[in-house]
């Protein structure tokens, strides 16, 4: 858009004034895209600084040019790899397990009054219980083995998509649902039509928040125990007092939430794209 | 049966005898009763909280009657297999399906020609592909209709379709109706608030008070209805009168209402 903008006033205009306007408005253009960076570079340059200059020990924070080396070595020798993978996928199998799990109670509970009756308030009690709590007996029943993590984040991420399911369906628009039947609507063909996609703003809010957990129990499975994953890189590195490798992996943690976010963000803007919020 | 047949019509007759709604200890409909002949268009007014929504609602078979019956054609309504279509104020169109699927909602097989046919007879063709929420009120409340008369109803009930429109939009919507009911001749039930509406639509307008039928006036006038005709005004008086519970009230008094009546129409 700005490109365009800068080509249609470049062609208006030949005087030398009129320049002046273009380039002047082509540079506030690039500030305001430069500006929310600042402060973060500037960050990072004083970091840099006050590391090669001593003010900061580097067992205390390395600079960053050595966490990016740190990165690239270990990207070069596939370790990075192979722990980035393991750690995604125990967060995507354990959210799939809870969300999945969550969205089915939140169906059931939604849909039928019986389900409510049975259900609810135990899910309710349970969702109570913090999931990091429960550590010491994930531990004593999985021992530190692959399920104690994906137990831990199946748990996390399942209240908030169950709680959300939940709300999303008994918040469908009544008279959506009447006009719905009148028109012949029963059953598989009303749930696909109206209930589902009625409630489904509030079940990708629920999916975010899972995603959220997801990253933040994981984190906290494989820092207790593990022999894989981007926790395991970092308490390995802490072994060896390798600063740079352990910053680099709470960088990775960052990416990958930022990343799962934008993921969800993108799935809403698909199925919502109906919603005036997305148009 | 002593009900006459309009010529060429694909509407039902409507008896309803006796019926009554009661919420509670609140009786909102007390043994009303109510003949409509075949292909008729009868306008519904009445204080706010009379009970027409209540009336409209139970012929359309979304709620049960305390005590009567509503038969079509001589049979029980909910029995004779008469395609029955309540439109509502509030155009409840589904705001994730596309115009033309609104349209086309609970129609199966190559229903989509269909559903184009009938948003070009509403004039929205081009509006197919959009959003419902892409849509100003009256183009809604067009798709509404749209998807009422796709099912080729033999009797069409509209609550208050127009109420939230703007004054000109509303004149549209009406000529829209009448043409759509003059073409399909389905037998029409509508409630409004405005009295200068159901006079400009309907072959009779009843007034509901008292969970009865408190006045049950003939319009006839000839159709296309001009407002500033003669006969007009007269009628529509006479029902506001009626609806002010003033019945002595006649026309040349009208001049000393505190209030214009045509600023009384909107506050039915
Ligand atoms: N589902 C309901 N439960 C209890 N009272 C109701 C219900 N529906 C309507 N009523 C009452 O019935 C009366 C008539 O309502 P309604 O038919 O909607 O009036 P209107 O003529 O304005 O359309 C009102 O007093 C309203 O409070
Ligand atoms: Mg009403």
Known sequence: MASTHILQAGLGQTSASGERGVFARAGAVLLRRLAPWAAPALLILAWQWAATHGLIGSRILPPPLEVLKAGVTLAENGELWTHLKISFWRALIGFALGGGLGLLLGLITGLSRRGELLLDTSVQMIRNIPPLALIPLVILWFGIDEAAKLFLVAFGTLFPVYINTYHGIRSVDAGLVEMARSYGLRGWPLFRDVILPGALPSILVGVRFAIGFAWILLIVAETISASSGIGYLAMNAREFLQTDVVVLAILLYAVLGKLSDWAARWVERIWLRWHPAYQ | ?268
Request: proline share 5%; aromatic share 4%.
């Open chain 2, 1 to 268: 049966m002593t009900q006459t047949t309009l010529e060429g019509t694909a509407g039902v007759a409507l008896a309803i005898r006796g019926l009554a709604k009661r919420f509670g200890a609140q009786t909102v409909l007390a043994a009303l009763d109510l003949d409509i002949r075949a292909g008729e268009f009868v306008a519904i007014v009445g204080r706010s909280g009379c009970g027409k929504s209540t009336l409209l609602r139970l012929v359309a078979g979304l709620d049960r009657a305390s005590d009567g019956r509503i038969d079509a054609d001589g049979a029980a309504l909910a029995d004779s297999g008469a395609d029955t279509r309540l439109m509502f104020q509030d155009a409840r169109l589904l705001p994730w399906k596309s115009v033309l699927a609104n349209v086309g909602l609970g129609l199966s097989g190559d229903w989509q020609p269909r559903a184009r046919a009938a948003l070009a007879e509403v004039g929205l063709a081009e509006h197919a592909g959009k959003w419902p929420s892409q849509l100003s009120g009256g183009q809604r409340q067009r798709v509404a209709l749209a998807r009422a008369l796709i099912h080729e109803p033999q009797l069409l009930l509209l609550d208050e379709p127009l109420g939230a429109l703007d004054a000109l939009t509303r004149i549209e919507m009406q000529q829209l109706i009448e043409r759509l009911w003059l073409r399909h001749r389905c037998t029409v039930l509508l409630v409004t608030h405005d009295v200068e509406e159901a006079v400009a639509l309907a072959d009779r307008v009843l007034l509901i008070e008292d969970g009865r039928v408190g006045l049950d006036l003939p319009v006839p006038l000839p159709r296309p209805r001009a407002r500033g005709a003669a006969g007009f005004g007269a009628i529509e008086e006479q029902v506001l009168a009626r609806v002010l519970r003033q019945p002595e009230l006649v026309t040349p008094l009208v001049d000393e209402l505190p209030i214009a009546p045509g600023a009384l129409r909107w506050a039915l």
